[in-house]
DNA sequence: CATGAATGAGCGTTCATTCAT
DNA sequence: TATGAATGAACGCTCATTCAT
């Protein structure tokens, strides 16, 4: 990785640490450049501004849980293991990630969301979706609206996640195995 | 209810619906007297500051809430359907109210949020508290921590209330009894 | 006069000053503040920006000017008397207020300059063209278009006293009565 | 004309083009860059500063304006004759450089303008004040100081050149040859 | 109680200039 | 010579809060 990337990805790593603690408001571009050990000037060479900047973070962390998401299919088991199987890669990430599911909490809140990034992003999640949709034709799930899946269950997780950062929760392994299994419940037929 | 309570209350519904629209951030204090009628240094009459502000409509919502929660319990019937009932009571609260649902969002994802305010609503949900710990010993819910049941609950009802207002989803009372369905299975025994 | 057309006034007046001595780019808002003796950010309470700032003070400018030329018509004389009276009060108001003119330069040539102003201060001078009109009729004056005679004269008048504002001349009242004479042989018949 | 020069004409000629249409302050370093194809520290090498590379294009333009100026004596024809021909060589030297002229009007208002230099380019000028002394010798011009004889034939040659680009004017042969007459008659004895 | 003009710190952003490569 | 990433001071503007009236 070359010196530019180290810059970028520095900035965005900056401001991912600092919008999960304090907010977009409580973030200012000059917080973000301490932070990163940059100016404050040469933000505006990587992004074209501040928005830009949390659109491609937004991107950035998107593309990573979907590629995530996507590695973890096993097309040899049957589609209940795989469905269970995804369920839990979905809540243990943002478990594990509590930065990224602040920012997402934050971000999808806010005026930056917009269709059109939306729209962007969602190819990410393709296979996840037919997934889901095989689920509800074979029967094993409840034939509930995508967004409503959605909130049951990756919704679920980065709310439960901001509570365990936030010191509310303690996510032990065994709980996690128990959300997994409640979120299971919620959806399946 | 007299003049002061008037000004007091416009200028918390006032709020509300700014912040629903508009988030914190895009909520300015003079925008807030603009919608309530009032002029800007009145507000510092009746709340210390913008921080306070938002705390007691924070406040002033939960209080609310909790009382309507504890007026739909009907101790005459069985603790399954008690429990059932204040679910759908839960959810359809904030699907009604989707300028509610939307403030707490924000404001349970700001640094807003402390939990010094969370002990003191907490006193409004004592009996809700009491009826979930009475689930569990009669072994009809799951053993989860309070903070899940709450999540697997009101937090996908104010999220999926959100997606709403936004448009994303359309909630027929159909669909509603179908999420209610949902997150019964999710939390019972 | 009361206190809000006292600052507003002040504001314009520092306004003035500082643009005719530092130009548009060299004049920060900071600085127009300090040398009205307010705070920058009441500034934005009486003019919407700084362009907006610009503009006004152009209309300012202007209005005072055409009320000027329009007050020294003196209808009872011959045209040529007329306009040869005007003539001298246009060159003369610039050339004894080195400051407007500087500030007219500058806007002019700005991005500032806009036809919808134009238009709009336009109003003020309708009697003066009028005047110049007629002379063209009644063969006192050259066949110029108007933009032509404007500049044979009013841009004559601000370039001479910024010159003078400038040190690179010096314009005596003699030598005033000299460029009225010179002005007058371009234009007239 | 080797690559070292190549380079620095491209520089003057991309500032010259940006500053007409853009403004000094509307015209960023980096600009000029771009638009000569260079990069943003080259600029560096060839020039000092902003401010020098601005007094630099200004002394090229006066220059150039100079020489051209000079070739035009014909010293065989009566003074009469010479001094009208110089008036309409400069009126239609900016009418058909409305660039040089745009950038001229910007320098000369700016707080680039100095002394200095004026005295400096004015070395360029001698034959034509030397003309225009003989002529107010002899009798055939008004005996105004120079800066005023400047106003009434190259500013007004400018302000002209300017209007007509910016679409207030439409500037004919025939209208040209007008506005020599008036200048003519404005300076003349 | 009530007004709204006034404050000033802080924001996102720009850009002339420098310098490691 | 030449590049363009990097700097940081300065800009126009906002807004929570105060205070004379």
């Not at 900056?14 to 999960?20: D, F, G």
């Not at 450049?33 to 074209?48: L, T």
């Not at 209940?80 to 909490?105: D, N, T, V, W």
Request: proline share 3%.
């Amino acid at each position: 990785m070359d010196r530019v990337e180290d810059k970028r990805a520095a900035i965005l790593n900056a401001t991912l640490r600092l919008i999960s603690q304090n907010g977009f408001h409580g973030t200012a571009m000059s917080m973000v450049a301490k932070e990163a050990g940059v100016s404050a000037g040469i933000i505006y060479h990587y992004f074209d501004s501040k928005d830009a900047l949390m659109d491609e973070l937004y991107r950035h962390i998107k593309r990573n849980f979907g590629q995530m998401i996507n590695e973890s299919f096993d097309q040899a088991q049957p589609l209940k293991i795989q469905i269970r199987e995804i369920l839990g890669q979905m809540i243990r990430y943002y478990i594990h990630r509590p930065l990224e599911s602040a920012f997402l909490e934050q971000y999808t809140r806010s005026p930056y969301f917009s269709s059109e990034i939306e729209e962007e992003v969602g190819q990410y999640y393709l296979p996840l979706l037919e997934c889901f949709q095989r689920g509800q034709q074979e029967m094993i799930l409840k034939n509930l609206p995508a967004p409503v899946v959605h909130t049951l269950t990756m919704d679920v997780a980065t709310a439960l996640a901001q509570k365990h950062a936030a010191g509310f929760l303690t996510l032990t392994d065994d709980l996690i195995e128990q959300i997994i299994d409640a979120c299971w419940e919620a959806i399946r037929q």
